[in-house]
Each structure stands twice: as C-alpha cells, then as structure tokens.
C-alpha cells in the first residue's frame, strides 16, 4: 500500500487532497429539467477530441443531473469568470437566496451569460467510471466571450490568476517590417 495510504477513508481524503493540487478552471454544466432550466458546477471537464469535437463532463452518480443526461440530450457548459462566482457557489449546492439567474438559450439549451464562452453538446456515449458517469458529447454550438479572469479553484478554494501580458518586441531587421 503507497504511503500515506492506511485506510479507505484515509486513502480517499488523500486522493482527493492530491487531486486539489491541479488547478483547473470552473464551469457550470446546464440542461433543462423538468421545463425549468437547471445546473451544477463542476471542475471535471475535459476536451476529448479535436475531429469529431467531443467534449467529457464527469458526474459523481448520486448527482441528481445523473437521472436528466442520458444519451441524445444537450447540455450547456458555461466557462465562468472571476466575477461569477456566486453562480459557481449557487449551482454547486449552496443555493444563494437573492441571486439574480438569467439564461439565454441555444436551441432549448439553457446558459449563462456573461460567462467567457459557451458550449453546447448532445451526449453521445456515457460511460460508468467508479463513483462517477462519464458524459461524452458532440459539439452542436460554441460561442467565445470577452477576455476576462477566468474563475479557477485549486486546493479546495477558489483562486486568482495574478498574470499579466508578454511584453512584446519586433526589430524590424530582423521580422522583415
């Protein structure tokens, strides 16, 4: 057993605060459910593929979403910004009472707006991987945004960027200007 592994329980607290050290950017998966538009954040989200363009969402699957993405069904990834992360907070489970939603629609696809872009994907596979369902859907629609921060979370908490623009430099001997 690798160290620091004694246990199932310990063994999945260290997983778990391993994987906290990979710093990834955070989406709001929506889908319509019940006619209402709905969503859950997630950070398990994932390109797959360049031609066909497929994309991957990983569910835990007592998540109530796992009972409304089945194959053939859209949903909507909103990549959030810096300044949405009262939506992250509101559709990862901890509902804000006085949040203001608005959606706009893509087809019968629910999204955020406001958000650094937008895709739209008709699950074509789904796939039973542990504790989780894998969703592996076609890209029908995507759509970029202005440049803004992007939310991200690392280590349990949500972070910033601090980066800034290269400077930039030609000479015109040398680049043929």
Request: aromatic share 10%; charged share 15%.
């Amino acid at each position: 057993m690798p160290e620091n592994m004694s246990s199932n329980v310990s063994a999945a607290r260290v997983f778990r605060n391993v994987m906290g050290r990979f710093p990834t950017g955070v989406a709001v998966v929506t889908f319509m459910r019940d006619g209402q538009p709905a969503g859950i954040t997630v950070n398990s989200f994932l390109s797959v593929s360049a031609e066909p363009p497929l994309v991957l969402v990983s569910l835990r699957r007592e998540s109530s979403v796992a009972s409304h993405l089945c194959k053939g069904v859209c949903y909507g990834v909103n990549f959030l910004s810096e300044a949405q992360q009262d939506l992250s907070t509101h559709f990862a489970g901890k509902p804000i009472d006085d949040i203001s939603l608005s959606f706009q629609y893509q087809g019968d696809t629910p999204l955020l707006p406001g958000s650094l872009a937008h895709i739209v994907a008709r699950v074509v596979d789904v796939h039973e991987a542990g504790d989780h369902f894998l969703y592996i859907a076609a890209i029908e629609h995507l759509w970029q945004g202005a440049e803004a921060k992007p939310l991200i979370f690392y280590s349990g908490k949500y972070k910033q960027i601090l980066a800034h623009e290269p400077a930039v430099q030609f000479n015109d001997a040398l680049d043929g200007w």
